[in-house]
């Protein structure tokens, strides 16, 4: 009997110490890191697409995405508790495209201040805490639109820009691009005014309209995102002045493209709303795991027209993967 009740505490012994750290075979594997993604809002296709690259950035590198933003793109302070409640979240890092580039300062400097790394993607944020800016030289693609029209309108006419939102860093430095590039190199071409639409297609469709009432010799539209564009060329459209009013958008869409076939739009600037969530989610991965980050990555531009639209490289561009609008 001694001799079994021996036995039987040896192997009881073994078992705890195996269950208690003495061995480490099956030893859990720790979670994998959380980056959450904070867009501007969830309604237009280009964050349909940054979420599909933002997505596969994650599975690449084995990490959970979160995704979550405000209903409207002019919602600053949703935004801005939607940061913090990742703070609170104690996430591994955040990606940011702050709607507005100032009034998210705060909520984006109070994450960094918590240890969280911030990327900041697709528009400007006024802080030197940001890991890396990951976007389109906005800018540049501003200049490219002018040069797009203003080679649309033989270097002559008037123009009006159909903005995106006041404080929006893509649309400031878009719509800054355009003008002046328009004023330095075509002195025949006067902008005669730049009206906001809040990321709204109504809006930027009430806006267009009201350019070409209270400019009736009016000879082109810049829209500086997506629904600003699809505003423009519908109203161009609504007064039967295809061809008689340029016009020449940014970003693309099954509207925009079609738009552009159908010959409502001369060009298109086109961004990589894909590389920009997939590059977007590597660099916060890499700050967060302490790696070499870069401070500045430019996702690229292409001007897209009815020529060009189905080459392979525009192609690729253009129909990159897109996420389902879920929660």
Same mark, same amino acid.
């Given at each position: 009997?001694?001799?079994?009740? +021996?036995?039987?505490?040896? *192997?009881? =012994?073994?078992?705890m %110490?195996s269950?208690? @750290? $003495?061995?480490k075979?099956? #030893?859990a594997?720790?979670?994998?890191?959380?980056?959450?993604v904070?867009?501007?809002?969830?309604v237009?296709?280009f964050?349909?697409t940054v979420?599909?690259?933002?997505?596969?950035?994650g599975?690449?590198?084995?990490?959970?995405?979160?995704?979550?933003a405000?209903?409207?793109e002019?919602d600053?302070?949703?935004?801005?508790?939607?940061?913090?409640?990742?703070v609170?979240?104690?996430?591994?890092?955040i990606?940011?495209a702050?709607?507005?580039?100032?009034?998210?300062?705060?909520?984006?400097?109070?994450?960094v201040?918590?240890?969280?790394?911030?990327?900041?993607?697709?528009s400007?944020?006024?802080?030197?805490?940001?890991a890396?800016y990951?976007?389109?030289?906005? +800018?540049?693609?501003?200049v *490219?639109a =002018?040069r797009?029209? %203003?080679?649309?309108? @033989? $270097?002559?006419g008037?123009? #009006?820009?159909v903005?995106?939102?006041?404080?929006?860093?893509s649309?400031?430095?878009?719509?800054?691009g355009?003008?002046?590039?328009?004023?330095?190199?075509?002195p025949g071409?006067?902008?005669v005014?730049?009206?906001?639409t809040d990321?709204?297609?109504t809006?930027?469709?009430?806006v267009?309209?009201?350019?070409?009432?209270?400019?009736?010799?009016?000879t082109?539209?810049?829209?500086?995102?997506e629904?600003?564009?699809?505003?423009?060329?519908r109203?161009?459209?609504n007064?039967?002045?295809r061809?008689?009013?340029k016009?020449?958008g940014f970003d693309?869409?099954?509207?925009?493209?079609?738009?552009?076939?159908?010959?409502?739009?001369?060009?298109?600037?086109?961004q990589?709303p894909?590389r920009?969530?997939?590059?977007?989610?590597?660099?916060?991965?890499a700050a967060?795991?302490?790696?070499?980050?870069?401070?500045?990555?430019d996702t690229?531009?292409?001007?897209?027209?009815?020529?060009?639209?189905?080459d392979?490289?525009?192609a690729?561009?253009?129909?990159?993967?897109v996420?389902?609008p879920?929660g």
């Amino acid at each position: 009997m001694r001799r079994r009740l +021996t036995a039987a505490s040896a *192997l009881i =012994a073994v078992t705890m %110490g195996s269950g208690c @750290g $003495g061995s480490k075979t099956g #030893a859990a594997s720790p979670p994998p890191l959380t980056i959450a993604v904070i867009p501007k809002g969830q309604v237009h296709v280009f964050w349909q697409t940054v979420r599909a690259g933002a997505e596969a950035a994650g599975r690449e590198a084995g990490v959970a995405i979160v995704w979550s933003a405000p209903q409207v793109e002019t919602d600053f302070s949703g935004q801005a508790s939607i940061v913090e409640d990742f703070v609170n979240r104690k996430v591994a890092a955040i990606v940011l495209a702050p709607s507005h580039q100032k009034s998210l300062v705060p909520a984006a400097e109070r994450a960094v201040a918590a240890g969280i790394p911030l990327v900041v993607i697709d528009s400007r944020l006024d802080s030197e805490a940001v890991a890396s800016y990951v976007a389109t030289d906005n +800018t540049q693609g501003g200049v *490219l639109a =002018a040069r797009a029209l %203003g080679k649309a309108l @033989g $270097g002559n006419g008037k123009v #009006a820009v159909v903005g995106i939102a006041a404080g929006a860093g893509s649309g400031i430095e878009r719509e800054t691009g355009f003008q002046e590039t328009i004023r330095k190199e075509f002195p025949g071409i006067k902008v005669v005014g730049l009206q906001y639409t809040d990321s709204d297609r109504t809006k930027a469709l009430t806006v267009a309209e009201d350019f070409l009432t209270r400019y009736p010799d009016l000879t082109g539209l810049f829209g500086s995102n997506e629904s600003s564009a699809v505003g423009a060329f519908r109203a161009v459209e609504n007064r039967g002045l295809r061809g008689k009013v340029k016009v020449v958008g940014f970003d693309a869409s099954s509207d925009l493209l079609q738009g552009l076939r159908d010959g409502a739009i001369d060009a298109l600037v086109v961004q990589n709303p894909y590389r920009i969530g997939f590059e977007g989610v590597r660099a916060a991965v890499a700050a967060a795991r302490k790696q070499p980050v870069d401070k500045r990555v430019d996702t690229g531009t292409v001007v897209v027209t009815r020529e060009n639209v189905d080459d392979p490289e525009v192609a690729r561009v253009l129909h990159p993967p897109v996420a389902s609008p879920r929660g």
